[in-house]
Structure formats: C-alpha cells, structure tokens
C-alpha cells in the first residue's frame, strides 16, 4: 500500500480537532499513515496540548502558519512537508465512522485514469451533506443529493457504486503527489478560502484525469463549524471576486458535468427536469 500524508489544517476549537485526529488514528484500519497539521495561530489552551502531544508522536508532523486565513496556502504547505505518495485533503470538522474509508480512497486513485477522488459525507444528523459537487447558478456549484437519508440510492442508484463527477469537496479529497505536482497545487493567491477544491478538479480534468466520488468511503462532517459558512455571494465581496475568477477562468466548463443532465436543472444538484432544456433530442424539429 502507497504512504498516505493525511493534511489537516486547524485553529483554536481543540474539542474538534480532537474528535477529528483521534477517529483518524482510532478508526482507520490503512495501514502506512503520515498525519500533517499545518497549526494557524492556536491559542485555545486545549488545542495547544492536543498539538503539543502531536507533535511527539510518530509518524506525525505539526507544522506552523501565519497571517490571514488561507486555507489554500496552508494545505499548500502541508503537501510541501508530506512524504506520502498520496495527499488526503481532510477538514478538521469531519470525524472517520468506516475503517476502510481510506483503503477505498486510495484505491481509487491509484487508478492511472483518475485524477482526484471525494468521499460522500453526511451531516450530524445522517443525512448526506455532499455526494459530488454539480452545476448551479451562475457558477456557484452545489452539493449533490443533499439533506437526503445517508443510505439513498441516489438518482437511478449512483449513490451504489464509485462514479464520475465534474468536481468533490476539498473537505475530504485524496490525489497522489505527483498528479498534485503536476497540477500545482492549490491556487493560493486567487483563491485562498473558496473554490480551490473546484478549481483543482477542474484542472484534473482539464488534463484528462477523472474526478470520481466513491460512496463506499463515509465520513461525517461537521460543516463549517470551524469556519462559518459563507454568505451568499452578493453580500460576500471576497466569495464574489473569486466566483468572479472561477467564471472568467473556467467559463461554460462550470455546466460541463459528466455526471449530470445538461436537461436537468442547473441548481446544484437536485436532479430535477428543467423547465427548459439547454439539450433539445436530435429529432425535434424548432418552430418557424
């Protein structure tokens, strides 16, 4: 089995961080595993002993970063510091439920034709909170088969097997270093909070490499309790400006999903018929 840098980046909130590493090492059954955790300014006292006491286990590394939150530099760090042969991007807000999630991730990616890999995540509560990430308005990318039962089939069953889909969350993501090399990473300078998890699945597209979310790796994220969650774009000026870069940057590839109906409805993921289709059949003849 291929070395696993697993990159975790946190600030304060010990109980979570906690919770998160010691699933991490308690549950996973993979058996060659590097943690990274890239610390932003910790000053909560029972997150300074949780990264202290890591700090001297092995097989582990802590390393130190500073200014403005940017979670894109910070992953970027972290994936400087690994020495695994595959990087999992892994929020500090999730926590492992399956010991074999990381074996299946890993198998996946090890895949020649595959690019980047997402596990399907689910809320507190059971109920999924992201199974693929899928056009929406104006750009701004939703969560597929979202609120719905942790055991859904999904649409015609593609919650059963491992599939294609135009992007995953960097809340959980797995991609071997050298694909993560060759695409540069993650973008720092123009997407530092949001979008940079899309951006890098786009690019591994781009260069031919498929982007697949398995559901047979399930882990639950506790979404944005370390963050916040962002506003809504027009009363986010700096979620606007990177919305803005990903469409000046990506432009028709954001409705370009091989997972999902260009005749369904661009609302991140519901898969419901549009009103109008933007595919007509091939026998349809328009009006005079």
Request: aromatic share 6%; charged share 20%; hydrophobic share 40%.
């Given at each position: 089995?291929?070395?696993?840098?697993?990159?975790?980046?946190?600030?304060?909130?010990?109980?979570?961080?906690?919770?998160?590493?010691?699933?991490?090492?308690?549950?996973?059954?993979?058996?060659?595993?590097?943690?990274?955790?890239?610390?932003?300014?910790?000053?909560?006292?029972?997150?300074?002993?949780?990264?202290?006491?890591?700090?001297?286990?092995?097989?582990?590394?802590?390393?130190?970063?500073?200014?403005?939150?940017?979670?894109?530099?910070?992953?970027?760090?972290?994936?400087?510091?690994?020495?695994?042969?595959?990087?999992?991007?892994?929020?500090?807000?999730?926590?492992?439920?399956?010991?074999?999630?990381?074996?299946?991730?890993?198998?996946?990616?090890?895949?020649?034709?595959?690019?980047?890999?997402?596990?399907?995540?689910?809320?507190?509560?059971?109920?999924?909170?992201?199974?693929?990430?899928?056009?929406?308005?104006?750009?701004?990318?939703?969560?597929?088969?979202?609120?719905?039962?942790?055991?859904?089939?999904?649409?015609?069953?593609?919650?059963?097997?491992?599939?294609?889909?135009?992007?995953?969350?960097?809340?959980?993501?797995?991609?071997?270093?050298?694909?993560?090399?060759?695409?540069?990473?993650?973008?720092?300078?123009?997407?530092?909070?949001?979008?940079?998890?899309?951006?890098?699945?786009?690019?591994?597209?781009?260069?031919?490499?498929?982007?697949?979310?398995?559901?047979?790796?399930?882990?639950?994220?506790?979404?944005?309790?370390?963050?916040?969650?962002?506003?809504?774009?027009?009363?986010?000026?700096?979620?606007?400006?990177?919305?803005?870069?990903?469409?000046?940057?990506?432009?028709?590839?954001?409705?370009?999903?091989?997972?999902?109906?260009?005749?369904?409805?661009?609302?991140?993921?519901?898969?419901q018929l549009a009103r109008v289709p933007q595919k007509m059949p091939v026998w349809h003849k328009p009006p005079d």
């Amino acid at each position: 089995a291929p070395r696993v840098s697993v990159l975790i980046p946190t600030r304060d909130r010990g109980r979570m961080l906690g919770r998160c590493v010691s699933s991490l090492r308690e549950v996973t059954d993979y058996p060659d595993l590097e943690l990274v955790v890239v610390d932003h300014e910790t000053t909560e006292a029972r997150a300074r002993a949780i990264l202290e006491s890591l700090e001297s286990d092995t097989n582990t590394r802590v390393i130190s970063f500073s200014g403005p939150f940017n979670f894109a530099a910070m992953i970027n760090r972290a994936a400087e510091a690994a020495s695994g042969d595959v990087l999992v991007l892994l929020n500090n807000d999730t926590e492992i439920i399956d010991s074999g999630w990381l074996t299946e991730l890993v198998a996946q990616v090890s895949r020649p034709e595959v690019g980047v890999v997402g596990a399907l995540l689910v809320f507190s509560d059971g109920t999924i909170q992201h199974a693929g990430v899928h056009p929406g308005v104006s750009g701004l990318m939703g969560h597929g088969h979202k609120h719905l039962p942790s055991d859904s089939p999904g649409y015609f069953g593609r919650l059963t097997v491992a599939h294609e889909t135009a992007a995953v969350t960097g809340a959980c993501l797995a991609i071997q270093a050298t694909t993560w090399q060759h695409l540069g990473g993650l973008d720092e300078e123009h997407l530092a909070v949001a979008y940079n998890d899309i951006d890098l699945c786009l690019k591994s597209r781009q260069a031919g490499l498929w982007v697949v979310l398995s559901p047979h790796a399930r882990l639950v994220h506790h979404e944005s309790e370390s963050r916040g969650l962002d506003d809504d774009p027009e009363h986010n000026d700096r979620l606007a400006g990177e919305l803005a870069l990903m469409q000046e940057r990506w432009g028709g590839v954001l409705k370009a999903d091989p997972a999902y109906s260009p005749n369904l409805e661009f609302d991140g993921g519901r898969f419901q018929l549009a009103r109008v289709p933007q595919k007509m059949p091939v026998w349809h003849k328009p009006p005079d």
